[in-house]
């Protein structure tokens, strides 16, 4: 049965924990490693990723293109712009074709009902490398962060602080599958969908205050406001600005709790400097596990795990 991996319910908890194991495990084993060494045991060798990049990206494209790599395989990257798509051919077209050519297909586009009519149309697998509705891969790569913390995600409470968007909407669907809690706060106005919230489950809530949302958290996590090419910026900044992650805020949550970020960050708006580039912060940790998550994605896709 084809694999796709468009959001995190289409692999489901079992797969997840598993995915999560095997991608701890392949990083440890690369310890002290050259980037580019292929992983002792070649997964993936002989097998070509395509890469389509509908929205600019430096985690994404990195992180997939080194992920192939180290399983043995090899990627293509197209810019939207420098293909046919750019030009009015349709998604459906593309994934044909593209299925004719190449073992898997991830996409990074605006619109996930894009994403959507690619996996219907394409005969190998898709995997969402970020929508407006959804970005699974980077929920999988804050889960293996979190783990690697050596904490348990069952009970685990999380924090969301700011724009009720599309990450927030994959840690509220992360939520619900691993049995641990999101409390976010968000300005009226930038609330998550009602739907995002039902992913959850039960596990997932919003509430009126930042101060509510991490009180007692273990990790408290938070993204950029003005997304590329985002409309009346001034206005939303202004709304968002009570809802920055500071020292004063962080001292709310647990003693010992930690800080994500995907990236990029706009220090002085959604997070201050003291605390991104704090002892708290785990963002390096969380953007390098984007390779290591996502080698574990490509060999669910694969059949290989799960």
Not at 78 to 98: K, N
Not at 235 to 260: E, G, H, I, R, S
Not at 264 to 273: L, N
Request: aromatic share 4%; glycine share 8%; hydrophobic share 45%.
């Amino acid at each position: 049965m084809l694999r796709h991996f468009l959001n995190l319910s289409d692999a489901g908890p079992d797969a997840i924990a598993a995915m999560l194991a095997d991608a701890l495990d392949r990083k440890t084993a690369r310890t002290g490693w050259p980037k580019g060494r292929v992983d002792a045991d070649a997964p993936l060798a002989g097998h070509v990723l395509a890469m389509v990049f509908e929205k600019n990206s430096t985690r994404t494209r990195v992180s997939f293109d080194m992920a192939i790599r180290q399983l043995g395989g090899s990627a293509i990257v197209m810019d939207a712009g420098q293909m046919q798509l750019g030009r009015g051919e349709t998604v459906a077209d593309t994934a044909r074709v593209l299925s004719g050519y190449v073992d898997a297909i991830m996409i990074r586009t605006d619109d996930h009902a894009k994403v959507e009519e690619m996996a219907h149309h394409a005969t190998v697998p898709v995997i969402n490398g970020l929508t407006d509705a959804s970005h699974p891969c980077q929920i999988m790569a804050d889960l293996l962060t979190i783990i690697e913390q050596g904490k348990a995600l069952p009970g685990l409470k999380v924090a969301w602080l700011g724009d009720g968007n599309n990450v927030l909407a994959s840690i509220m669907e992360a939520a619900g599958l691993m049995q641990f809690d999101v409390v976010a706060a968000c300005p009226q106005g930038f609330m998550p969908a009602d739907g995002d919230v039902a992913l959850g489950r039960g596990r997932a809530r919003v509430v009126a205050t930042p101060g509510e949302a991490v009180a007692g958290a273990d990790v408290v996590v938070t993204d950029t406001w003005i997304s590329m090419g985002q409309a009346q910026a001034e206005t939303k900044l202004a709304a968002m600005m009570p809802y920055q992650v500071d020292a004063a805020l962080m001292a709310q949550a647990k003693p010992d709790a930690k800080f994500l970020h995907c990236l990029p960050a706009h220090r002085g708006e959604e997070v201050t400097a003291d605390v991104i580039d704090g002892a708290q912060s785990l963002i390096w940790q969380e953007a390098e596990n984007r390779l290591h998550a996502q080698k574990a994605i490509l060999r669910w896709c694969f059949g290989q795990i799960g």
